[in-house]
């Protein structure tokens, strides 16, 4: 079952992405910090939202999307984030079924345009899942600027 992820998720959404960092990037993610990160966008679903899968009343994978306004296309797309599945329920459909549960909002919202979302360059399992779906690999790069930024 896939449903909007509540307060109750709380700590299993920020071990999950402790767990992320580590997998993906080999990075140490502060636990305060990331409960708290969490806990807000959980409490201001104006900045993004947490999809959770449950199986056995137990959550198994989650996924978070934000919005970026394209005034090029006059509308929304939803960046999707923060993606993770157990590994014990890898490969079974869970991040299919969270996905398509954003694809859906997608559809049938004429204000959002698309989905979009940024793999690490070595993840090769993750974008071919993401090409599977029918996404399609852009042309950009990305830059950033972090403001205060950490040493992980």
Same mark, same amino acid.
């Given at each position: 079952?896939?449903?909007? &992820?509540?307060?109750?998720d709380?700590?299993?959404i &920020? !071990?999950?992405?402790?767990?992320l &960092?580590?997998?993906?990037?080999? !990075? ?13 966008l959980?409490?201001?679903p104006?900045?993004? +939202? ?20 394209? /005034?090029?296309? %006059? ?9 993770y +599945?157990? #590994?014990?329920?890898? %490969? ?16 049938? /919202? ?6 979009r979302?940024? &793999?690490?360059?070595?993840? =090769? +399992?993750?974008?071919q899942a ?5 996404? =399609?690999?852009?042309?950009? /790069?990305?830059?950033?600027?972090e !403001?205060?930024? #950490?040493?992980?």
């Amino acid at each position: 079952m896939i449903r909007q &992820a509540n307060l109750t998720d709380l700590e299993t959404i &920020a !071990k999950f992405n402790i767990q992320l &960092a580590q997998e993906t990037e080999d !990075k140490v993610l502060d636990k305060q910090t990331i409960t708290n990160g969490v806990k807000y966008l959980l409490e201001n679903p104006q900045y993004g +939202v947490y999809y959770v899968a449950v199986e056995n009343e137990q959550v198994v994978g989650q996924v978070m999307y934000t919005f970026e306004w394209s /005034d090029w296309r %006059n509308g929304l797309f939803l960046w999707i984030q923060s993606v993770y +599945v157990d #590994k014990e329920y890898r %490969n079974k459909g869970v991040f299919k079924s969270l996905y398509n549960t954003i694809k859906n909002i997608c559809d049938t /919202d004429d204000n959002i345009v698309g989905i979009r979302l940024y &793999a690490e360059q070595e993840n =090769d +399992v993750a974008q071919q899942a993401y090409k599977n779906l029918g996404m =399609d690999k852009c042309h950009y /790069d990305m830059f950033e600027y972090e !403001k205060n930024k #950490k040493i992980f």
